[in-house]
């Protein structure tokens, strides 16, 4: 549909929002409310070159990493600009140890937002690309305040969920199920264009994107599929870009084709399992990457069907181009010795 480049985000959902007639704008509400927070982070990551902001904050996460100035601004601005908004009932973040409470003051809606504020943030300080990935549920307890079981639900029933991309240009890419579009956003009006109408990956890419740093601390049939896609004789020729940057990453392969991984490091014998959380990370790109006719596995079942044990938990990713995605599948399940 040429004639809609150009449309504003805004009149791209409320245009979503007409084509279903139980849809109260309560949605559209939470989602424009979460894109002027992503402007307000996006103007923020444009000048952090320049401002006091850089740099260390001097404490470490819940996950035991570093956490730079610019990740607690991001994750301040959207708890604040979020939690008044009266459509969600809890709130989740990577940043947070534990759910956040919509403050008492404020109303109540149905829906749960689990996000993370600054991906690949330790790529801020040399100007490279990093993000803001987002998940929305329905809330599903009677709790008027949203309780751990409302955030802990399985990817497959996300109700939307995407990214904000602070690269050359901020792209936001979003899915409700109804397609995957992207739209870019116009410095000097500030406001986010449809650049990027049902995105379609691939079915197959040339594109794998690994940190192969960690290539010792993998199974050997994962290190198999790497061999595979290194190979000189594997047609078509696969090439390997990486960023560090999982948006940034996710990204280029979406538009491009291609397959990322991080797999899970085997040293712990107990649980192997990857870097990356699965619920503010590998579940709502694995939702996006489905709408776009894509797969991600945590190399044994796909992401959206695994259930949640607690919060923080990390899974191996496999996510990208279908053909690709089923491929490494086989890999790490033994089937291509
Ligand atoms: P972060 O959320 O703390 O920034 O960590 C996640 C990032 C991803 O963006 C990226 O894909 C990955 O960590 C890179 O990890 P590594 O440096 O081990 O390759
Ligand atoms: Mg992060």
Not at 20 to 28: L, Y
């Amino acid at each position: 549909m040429k004639s809609s480049i150009g449309m504003t985000v805004t009149e791209h959902m409320l245009a979503k929002q007409r084509e279903n007639p139980e849809a109260t704008g309560a949605f559209t509400r939470l989602l424009s409310e979460l894109i002027v927070a992503a402007k307000i982070i996006a103007r923020e990551v444009n000048k952090a070159g320049i401002a006091d902001i850089l740099g260390y904050a001097g404490r470490e996460n819940v996950q035991g990493e570093e956490v730079q100035k610019l990740d607690e601004f991001a994750n301040r601005t959207i708890i604040e600009r979020m939690g008044h908004i009266g459509q969600l009932c809890v709130i989740a973040s990577e940043e947070d140890a534990d759910i956040i409470q919509i403050p008492p003051q404020y109303p109540k809606g149905n829906y749960v937002l689990i996000y993370d504020p600054l991906d690949g943030s330790s790529n801020i300080d040399v100007n490279v690309s990093i993000g803001t990935i987002f998940s929305i549920h329905r809330k599903i307890t009677s709790d008027e305040n949203g309780t751990l079981s409302d955030v802990l639900q399985p990817g497959y029933r996300q109700v939307a969920a995407g990214y904000f991309l602070y690269g050359s240009s901020t792209i936001m890419v979003y899915t409700t199920g109804q397609g995957v579009h992207g739209f870019t956003l116009l410095p000097g009006i500030g406001e986010f264009l449809l650049t990027h109408e049902n995105i379609r990956i691939p079915e197959r890419g040339t594109i794998f994107s690994v940190n192969e740093t960690y290539y010792n601390y993998w199974s050997a049939e994962v290190q198999r599929l790497v061999n595979y896609f290194k190979a000189p004789d594997t047609k078509p020729a696969y090439t390997a870009r990486y960023v560090g940057s999982l948006v940034s990453d996710f990204h280029r392969n979406l538009l491009k084709g291609g397959i990322f991984m991080y797999p899970a490091d085997t040293r712990d014998p107990k649980k192997p399992h990857g870097k990356l959380r699965l619920m503010c990370e590998a579940s709502p790109l694995a939702f996006v990457v489905r709408e776009a006719g894509g797969y991600a596995s945590n190399g044994e079942k796909p992401i959206l069907e695994i259930e949640p044990e607690e919060l923080h938990q990390r899974v191996p990713l496999f996510i990208g181009s279908k053909e690709d995605v089923e491929l490494a599948e086989r890999y790490v399940r033994g089937e291509m010795n």
